[in-house]
């Protein structure tokens, strides 16, 4: 996204939940992130919020990780957690590397752990515009293939 301007979202599209101990999300055929990989990670730190140390035990998603999965055609990825990055790493190398490959991602996503094993489903996480905003608030929800 460009400097000072508000990033447009990224498309709806086809993802799948994976555990952070497996493969990352299946290759999605078409739809969002030019049918690439949307992987999610279930971590649940909503059973534990509003507890601090939820927050503070995020593992993140590190640097080599994060040019992985956009190595792979990844333009999306979410977590349950507050961060893609482990909140005691002030350089933020997710978030960096996402800028800088064009990935956008979601964060405080809630009940991933219910998508695990069912497959793809549709992905939206529309975000209000900010002007001059890098991150904006979403409700996103998932559609199951029945």
């Known amino acids: 996204a460009a400097r000072g301007r508000a990033a447009p979202g990224p498309p709806p599209g086809r993802a799948a939940a994976g555990s952070a101990r497996g493969a990352p999300a299946r290759r999605a055929p078409g739809g969002g992130g030019g049918g690439g990989r949307v992987p999610s990670f279930p971590a649940p730190h909503t059973r534990h919020y509003p507890d601090v140390k939820s927050v503070w035990s995020t593992p993140g998603i ?33 978030h960096r590397v996402c800028r800088d490959r064009g990935i956008a991602h979601y964060e405080w996503l809630i009940n991933l752990e219910e998508l695990v094993g069912k497959g793809e489903f549709m992905f939206y996480g529309p975000p209000i515009k900010i002007g001059n905003g890098s991150g904006a608030p979403v409700r996103a929800w998932a559609i199951l293939d029945e």
């Open 62 to 94: 590190t640097e080599a990780a994060t040019h992985w999965l956009a190595d792979r055609g990844s333009k999306l990825h979410g977590v349950e957690g507050p961060s893609t990055d482990k909140p005691s790493d002030n350089l933020f190398p997710n």
